[in-house]
């Protein structure tokens, strides 16, 4: 084989190799920079999607509010008390409108794992990870004064916070939010039976 | 045994057609268009390649941008529907519009809403695309600078001033047909302000005949509702009523109803000029000028006076044509008097709709098959006033012109030079969505709101009223026609919030807010469907007038609403321009539609480029020869040759509202065609693909005799599907390896029934919005690389001169279960799910195309460029979140619009229940107006999917491949005459 043909086959697989070797790097090596890439292989499209940036709306938002005024199919609140947790006279309402069963009180307890179980912990007694590690006041929901809040005021508070905590109308349905107040209910009960038993 | 062709191409075998018909990608379709040959090409990038580096290659940083103030009751990734209405050509079709985290992305119908019943049309689902659309106007303009909506204020409080002490005497204000509650009470409180002023209605395609028939045949200002599914006969005269009619989703929808049943069919006759969708339904066509329906009616109405019908003062007289079809239709009316309707189309004479009124009522038909309905406060467009606000332009009696929606400079009647006269007002004031050939007449251009970004109200023919919800703030800071009118009443801003609530007040009554936010959410007024008048003693002595009507000598042109732009308000949509126009298969473009023997009289081929004439102007167009067009007559669309229309709408196609005037809008007698010499490029999708003559589409008539391609079998229709051998003398059909078992999960499948089928072409739109598909161009279609994931294909049978039968077949990928598509992929970029889909992994495919060339159906569709790399910011909020953006070099095709069937599986999951059939739609299955395609899981013994597989008329596409589609098919069924098909 002639130096010439050595050269040009070299220089082959050198470039052959070269994605392999850039591949190899982008894994390896250590940089500030955001990872290379070779193919794009469509990871960056060109549409609008939830969560992300817009240069066209003046506040950086893909995500547009609803229309003042407008109603989506299927969210028409004939009834207000069961969206708003007040009776007519803006007064909270003392029971749930929502009847409690089985399969409200499971809905309940998996919303509450996930959304109120950081704070409140499992028991409800306001020692979840948060409030240990980050020491953020957290109300024990077994405490008497909010055993004796009416329905309607847990509805209240989880829709539209309290203090410290957040509001969670947004992630949390009117009736997910009615099935955590049974499920908080619920706890408080078998405290209650709890105490009663270690009295005895 | 029927030969079916769907072109005059392969029907005289061309040696042009048989050029492309071997071939699965047209010749040069890998080349770039600038004839750039693919191995420069490869040189070219490996330069640029080299030399760009690394710097540009980094993933690109994503923030996450979340809600500050999150909305009640929405999660994002979880889409909303809002009940909504889009005013549409004196019509109201009741929408439900998909809306991702605030942004519409999707138009489906209300199911609520006597319009559309959950269905839409083309002109619906590319309302998205107009809303999104990067050329629409942005900001106010005072000739041609920059201005603002406090500035117009200013501006318009000076004039207002002025024109309330002239009360109005100088002010003109051209608005488009509209059944707006609102707008009708503000225009009311205009003119109160300014008596003198003139409010004038104009729209190129008005209707208006219509109107002005049944107001001489009945003293009523009322426009029809038809019932079709009531109907047994219906008779078409020259009326495209499937496709061009405000009501035609509705109509659509009754006339299959009515089809559905083999053993009750009705049948569909239809007298036309120009070959539409509803002359390919018919069950028997007469192919005669536009001009002839006229005297055509009066023979009609003389043979049915003969049988016994009450036409008083009809003495003979009229056009024949065919004695034969002329008696054979008659004879049906009168035996089915009462269950029969005769339809007459827009572009015909007041004294047709007239007579045909007459007709109906004589015939039993009014109050049964058609009802009449008050037009109420609806302002519908007259050329006469039209006419006479020209008269006083060019007068100069007009100080102040206001010009709101519409398009007047470019569609008026050319005989009135609209532009022109115009120009002579002091003030001339436009609003309007595009900076458009009006706005070139205005000093003032003013930005409209979009209907998705405004509140408005309609009301629909037949009476149902309802609300238009804006689904987004108005983008580029645009007004609506009803604030317009505030502003100009009172010069004063108003929210059109309150304006539409203040109109409902009175009509809701008490508990309003209830009401009006069911309303809202239901989409339309319960109750408010008005109750139907019946015909006020119509008129006999209009059918007589007909006999004024002379028999056509010679050419005719007819101006045509086109299928796709309409009149040219649809003409920068990308969308709607690269929608093959379903009769022609025309995209990109309009004709001159000419029949076959005129075109071989004149030497006249397709794409030749002929002069229109008609007295003294004239138009060049480019012709196309098209089977079944009347001997006689030259068809011509609408909506074309616009030159500010925007980057897809400028320069396409021919003007022919140059040749169009006040006293010719239908259609102009007198006509010259002559060769202009040189020929136009004209994009047609027909010849592509073609199917080599196999058992593709299968008719039979209600007595059972078949027609279909290789003919003479179709007794075996019922068991192909499910035989072992493929049918016909095939050897046993055996896969070469295990073939898989689908026994877990929902298994899904689709029927399309071609008896159905109008064609009207609402799935292909609908499937374009859902699934992200680019629009390639008209120099890509000519290269045959569309990218539409379901194609409507047409095949005609018969001589061209008078095709005998012609039907339609929309084709989206077949899923098989052996997948011959799938045997060849290298990389396994297209692989068989668990559910029986046959899909797509873009990431991995490396676009070798075997796979389409592999695929017997020809559905699938390949990336030649990246068609989507440049897509505007704005039309990147039209796209499915849901749905990937396909790069270049990436093969693609329908999906059974895969990210619904997954959304339908996990909210029944979630929900923890079974999913009820039905909850998994498709964009197509939706949008369907005729309720032609079935999809479903074919596990479910109950399904629809199931019942409709296991129709006798259910077919496979060329099952005896062995490849097992899970889109089947279900033949189309005719019900001619006996009389007429001896």
């Known amino acids: 084989m002639s130096a010439r043909a050595t050269k040009a086959v070299v220089a082959l697989v050198l470039a052959a190799a070269a994605p392999t070797v850039l591949q190899g790097c982008m894994r390896v090596c250590s940089s500030s920079e955001p990872p290379v890439l070779i193919n794009f292989s469509m990871f960056n499209q060109p549409k609008y999607k939830a969560q992300a940036a817009s240069a066209f709306f003046y506040d950086g938002k893909t995500m547009r509010q609803p229309v003042a005024g407008t109603i989506a199919r299927g969210h028409l609140h004939e009834d207000l008390a069961l969206v708003t947790g007040m009776d007519p006279d803006g007064k909270p309402l003392a029971t749930s409108p929502v009847a409690t069963d089985d399969a409200l009180l499971a809905r309940g307890a998996d919303r509450y794992g996930i959304y109120c179980q950081p704070c409140h912990d499992e028991r409800g007694e306001g020692k979840g990870v948060l409030s240990e590690r980050a020491k953020v006041p957290t109300a024990n929901l077994l405490d008497p004064k909010f055993v004796a809040y009416s329905d309607g005021q847990i509805f209240d508070t989880i829709t539209n916070g309290k203090g410290l905590m957040a509001s969670y109308k947004y992630p949390l349905v009117a009736h997910d939010r009615w099935a955590i107040v049974a499920h908080v209910r619920g706890m408080q009960k078998k405290n209650a039976e709890q105490q009663q038993e270690a009295a005895k | 045994m029927t030969d079916y062709w769907r072109s005059l191409g392969e029907l005289e075998g061309s040696p042009e057609f048989e050029a492309v018909r071997h071939r699965e990608f047209l010749e040069g379709a890998a080349d770039t268009p600038d004839g750039i040959s693919r191995r420069t090409m490869l040189g070219l990038m490996g330069a640029s390649l080299s030399l760009s580096g690394l710097a540009a290659c980094r993933r690109p940083v994503e923030k996450i941008v979340p809600y500050v103030q999150a909305p009640e009751d929405m999660l994002p990734g979880i889409p909303q ?15 439900l519009v998909v809306s991702n985290e605030g942004r519409p992305t999707k138009i489906e119908g209300n199911e609520l809403h006597p319009a559309t019943q959950g269905a ?96 001489a045949a009945t003293g009523a200002e009322i426009e029809p509702v038809y019932a079709l599914d009531q109907a047994r006969v219906i008779l078409s005269l020259d009326g495209d009523f ?34 539409s969708i509803t002359g390919i339904a018919a069950d028997h066509r007469l192919a005669i000028p536009s001009g002839a329906i006229a005297g055509f009616t009066l023979a009609l109405a003389t043979e049915l006076g003969k049988l016994g019908v009450s036409v008083a003062g009809v003495s003979g007289g009229g056009t024949v044509f065919d004695a034969k079809w002329l008696s054979a239709v008659a004879k049906d009316l009168k035996a089915n008097a009462g269950t029969s309707v005769i339809i007459a189309g827009a572009q015909q004479p007041p004294e047709v709709h007239a007579a045909v009124a007459a007709l109906n009522a004589a015939l039993g038909n009014a109050g049964k098959t058609v009802s009449y309905a008050s037009a109420g406060t609806a302002a519908r467009s007259r050329v006469a006033d039209l006419q006479a606000l020209a008269g006083d332009l060019k007068a100069g009696k007009i100080k102040t012109l206001v010009m709101l929606g519409g398009n007047p400079a470019y569609d008026a009647p050319a005989d009135l030079d609209f532009a022109t006269v115009a120009a002579k007002a ?59 009118l505030a502003l100009l009443e009172s010069a004063e801003e108003k929210p059109g919030y309150d304006l539409v609530r203040e109109t409902w007040k009175p009509v809701l009554g008490g508990d309003f807010d209830k009401r009006w936010e069911k309303t809202l959410h239901d989409g339309v007024l319960a109750g408010s469907e008005l109750a139907a008048q019946s015909l006020p003693a119509a008129d006999m002595s209009t059918i007589a007038k007909l006999a004024s009507f002379k028999a056509p000598q010679g050419l005719e042109l007819v101006f045509l609403p086109s299928s796709v732009v309409y009149d040219g308000s649809a003409s920068n949509s990308a969308w709607m321009q690269e ?69 897809a709408g400028n320069g ?52 059972g005799h078949g027609h279909s391609a290789a003919g003479g079998h179709d007794e075996h229709d019922a068991h192909d599907a499910h035989d072992e051998h493929g049918g016909h003398g095939h050897p046993p059909l055996v896969s070469p390896w295990p073939e898989r078992t689908y026994e877990e999960g929902p298994q899904w499948a689709m029927t399309i029934d071609l008896n159905s089928c109008v064609g009207c072409n609402a799935c292909v739109i609908a499937c374009q919005s859902e699934n992200n598909i680019p629009s390639v161009g008209k120099d890509q279609v000519t290269r045959g690389r569309e990218m539409h994931w379901i194609r409507i294909d047409r095949y005609f049978s018969g001589r061209p001169e008078a095709p005998e039968s012609i039907v339609f077949q929309p084709v989206p990928c077949m899923h098989c279960e052996n997948a011959p598509c799938e045997q060849v992929c290298p990389v396994a970029a ?28 020809k559905v699938r569709r390949f990336n030649f ?98 490849s097992k589609p899970r889109t089947s098919y279900l033949s189309r069924v005719r019900n001619p005459n006996p009389e007429l098909s001896a």
């Open chain 2, 81 to 95: 529907r809002y009940a909504t209405t889009m005013p549409f050509r004196g019509n109201a079709l009741g929408l």
């Open chain 2, 120 to 215: 839409s049309n083309a002109f619906a689902q590319n309302a998205i695309y107009e809303l999104y659309d990067p050329d629409r106007s942005r900001v106010v303009l005072q000739g041609g600078a920059e201005k603002t909506w406090a500035d117009f204020l200013t501006y318009w409080k000076t004039l207002h001033a002025e024109h309330v002490a002239d009360a109005g005497a100088g002010l003109a204000i051209v608005t488009e047909p509209s059944t707006s509650p609102t707008e009708a009470r503000l225009v009311t409180l205009l003119k109160q302000r300014f008596s003198q002023a003139r409010v004038v209605t104009w729209a190129p395609l008005g209707n208006e005949n219509r109107q002005a028939g049944l107001r």
């Open chain 2, 242 to 275: 499937l496709q061009d009619d405000p009501d035609a989703i509705r109509m659509t929808r009754a006339y299959s109803a009515g089809r559905r049943d083999p053993a009750a069919m009705n049948r569909l006759y239809v007298a036309e000029s120009t070959l």
């Open chain 2, 426 to 484: 002091a003030n001339r004031i436009r609003v309007g969505l595009f900076v458009d050939e009006t706005s070139a007449v205005a000093d003032w251009h003013l930005p409209q709101a979009h209907f998705l970004e405004s509140w408005g109200d309609a009301r629909a023919i037949g009476g149902p009223l309802s609300v238009i919800q804006p689904l987004i703030e108005p983008l580029f800071a645009g007004h609506s026609v009803i604030e317009v």
């Open chain 2, 579 to 647: 929608l093959p126009e379903p009769v022609s298969k025309l995209t990109w473009d309009n004709a001159a539609l000419i029949s076959k023997t005129d075109a071989d009289g004149l030497g006249i081929h397709d794409g030749d480029l002929v002069t229109l004439a008609l007295g003294d102007k004239s138009i060049s167009a480019a012709a196309l020869v098209l089977p079944g067009q009347a001997v006689g007559s030259v068809g011509i669309a609408l909506g074309y040759g616009r030159t500010a229309a925007g980057r």
């Open chain 2, 652 to 703: 396409v196609g021919f003007n022919a509202y140059l040749l169009r005037t006040t006293k010719t809008l239908g259609f102009a007698s007198g006509l010259t065609v002559t060769k202009a010499g040189g020929t136009h490029v004209l994009a047609v999708t027909h010849e592509h693909w073609s199917q080599e003559g196999r058992d593709i589409v299968r008719e039979k008539d209600v007595a």
């Open chain 2, 830 to 857: 297209t692989v068989h799910g668990e559910t029986g889909l046959n899909e797509m992994v873009y990431n991995r495919c490396i676009g070798t195309r075997y796979c389409s060339n592999n695929c017997p159906y």
């Open chain 2, 865 to 962: 460029y990246n068609f989507t790399k440049d897509t505007p910011e704005t039309l990147q909020m039209a796209y499915n979140p849901d749905v990937t953006v396909r790069a270049r070099g990436v093969m693609e095709k329908c999906s059974y619009c895969v990210q619904r069937l997954t959304r339908a599986t996990r909210d029944a999951k979630l929900g923890n229940r079974d999913m009820q059939d039905g909850e998994a739609r498709t964009a197509c299955q939706q949008a369907c107006p005729a309720q032609a395609i079935e999809f479903g899981d074919i596990r479910d013994p109950k399904s629809r999917v199931t019942a409709s597989k296991a129709s006798p008329r259910r077919y496979d596409l060329l099952a005896e491949l062995n």
